[in-house]
């Protein structure tokens, strides 16, 4: 199994930029489609990045394409979100998450519930 911890988290202004980290631990990211996934208070969770396994394809939500930008470096285990722009409405606890399926190479899983292990999530609060 893998074990994945969030951090960078915080409170910051309206247009500002924070970086999101994912650490693995346990087995290597390499074996795992990699997600980011939101939810906000009232509300459910929601898709926000994603990157496929081995392609390196990645997908994102319709509010955050152009402004976030998801990677993974193997080599370090962790796989990152960079937040550029920042919104309240990305106001949410992040969480990362990955999972096991083998698909073709360029396809990029966002479902949630396809994703087998999740972190414990990191609180990020955009104020206007």
């Known amino acids: 199994q893998v074990q994945l911890v969030e951090s960078g988290g915080g409170l910051v202004q309206a247009g500002a930029s924070l970086r999101l980290s994912c650490a693995a631990s346990?087995?290597?990211?390499?074996?795992?489609?990699m997600g980011w996934f939101r939810q906000a208070p009232g509300r459910e969770r929601e898709f926000v990045a994603a990157?496929?396994?081995?392609?390196?394809?990645?997908n994102y939500a319709d509010p955050v394409k152009g402004r976030f930008s998801i990677s993974r470096d193997n080599a370090k285990n962790t796989m990152y979100l960079q937040m550029n722009s920042l919104k309240p409405e990305d106001t949410a606890v992040y969480y990362c998450?990955?999972?096991?399926?083998?698909?073709?190479?360029?396809?990029?899983?966002?479902?949630?519930?396809?994703?087998?292990?999740w972190g414990q999530g990191t609180q990020v609060t955009v104020s206007s």
């Open positions: 998450a990955a999972h096991s399926r083998i698909y073709a190479s360029n396809y990029v899983e966002i479902r949630g519930l396809a994703y087998d292990y």
């Open positions: 346990g087995r290597t990211i390499s074996n795992y489609g």
């Open positions: 990157i496929a396994r081995s392609s390196g394809s990645t």
